[in-house]
């Protein structure tokens, strides 16, 4: 299981971490449009992030290996975003001071997490 979690989560991660860096005014206009947005559009995303990242972590708890450790991680991340979006919108409304500066960083964090969970499930089989 644990190998499969971080198949799908690391392929998300690097397609993702591409996008903001191939396709920069899509994601900028999404991330400005984010201080206007539907205060139920954050509640929702909020509902799917702590959603999946509880399914996550209800089946798979675990902290043996290193990639055992990662795919947790990754489950405690998306239960906090999600916590995140629906006790605090008013601060996830706000506008970055340097979306550009925060695209980059987030791009260059989804890929090296995506990778290195490929790396990790490709040395665990």
């Known amino acids: ?8 989560a690391g392929a998300y991660l690097v397609v993702t971490g ?3 860096l191939i396709s920069p005014r ?10 206007s947005a539907d205060p139920i559009l954050l509640n929702l995303s909020g509902m799917v992030h702590f959603i999946l990242g509880m399914v996550l ?3 798979h708890f675990r902290f043996a290996s ?6 947790s991680v990754t489950g405690i991340l998306l239960v906090s975003k999600g916590a995140a979006l629906i006790v605090l919108p008013d601060l996830i409304r706000r506008k970055p001071n340097r979306m550009s500066n925060t695209r980059v960083i987030s791009a ?12 990790m499930t490709a040395l665990a089989m």
């Open 108 to 119: 260059v964090g989804f890929l090296i997490y995506g990778f290195a969970l490929f790396t």
């Open 66 to 71: 290193l990639l055992q450790t990662m795919v």
């Open 1 to 8: 299981m644990t190998e499969t979690i971080a198949i799908v």
């Open 26 to 35: 899509s994601y900028q206009s999404m991330i400005q449009d984010a201080s």
């Open 18 to 20: 591409l996008g903001l």
């Open 57 to 59: 972590l209800v089946l």
